[in-house]
């Protein structure tokens, strides 16, 4: 008998029940093409194994405050863990059922296993301050920001895509470089509690209003927020 605990994940999180536990999967029953997959990968039924155990202690982060969140985007990631006709891929967020899916969804695994493990998982998140918004989304190499301001004549900001700013264990406070070089780059240092963070801009900013206190949200998903 195999262990098939994304399923499982999955149900949890659609009960919005608090167990972190892990259920046994019998393969003799499995239905979709992902289950089957995974029943016959020994590489994929480890990976599954290994996700749950990731899963058990993300839940933990912050004393287990974040919770909800690390559900939320548990529930995301599990969206993205299917399979398409061949063919239609989205570039590259879904597996396509092709040669390639097995390595596809092992690859799918690994990344959301070393965003789980990461440091900056448990920064990550939506934040508010009033209608502007603050993206800090985890990549399996840090962290990646991206902040809108309700006024629509006022900047937006990103942080370079792809560079995503590496966070070191235990680390709170995050310097986010997003414009210019130098002395003359614009930098945003964000100083990460449980429920909050305290931006501070850093350099020439164009003026933009960005510093302030910015409140989490953990009802939304920074993947799912594109602005």
Known sequence: MLRYVAMFLGLV???GT?????ASFDCAKAS???EKLICSDPQLSHLDDSLAAAYREAL???DGRI??????????WMGERTLLPAGTGMGGVYCEDDAQRLSC??????DRIAILKSPGFRLSGMYYRGKDMLRITSRPGGLELGLAQADPNAVQVFTEEGKPVPVAAGQTTIVFPLMGEGNEACRLEA???VDAVVLTSRGPCSGARLGGRWLR???FDPEGEQF
């Open 13 to 15: 999180l659609l009960a």
């Open 18 to 22: 608090t167990s972190a536990g892990a």
């Open 32 to 34: 979709t093409r992902v």
């Open 60 to 62: 933990k982060l912050w």
């Open 67 to 76: 919770a909800a969140y690390v559900k939320l985007t548990q529930r995301g």
């Open 105 to 110: 969804l092992r690859g799918l695994y690994i």
């Open 191 to 193: 100083a990460f509690t």
């Open 217 to 219: 949200n953990q009802a």
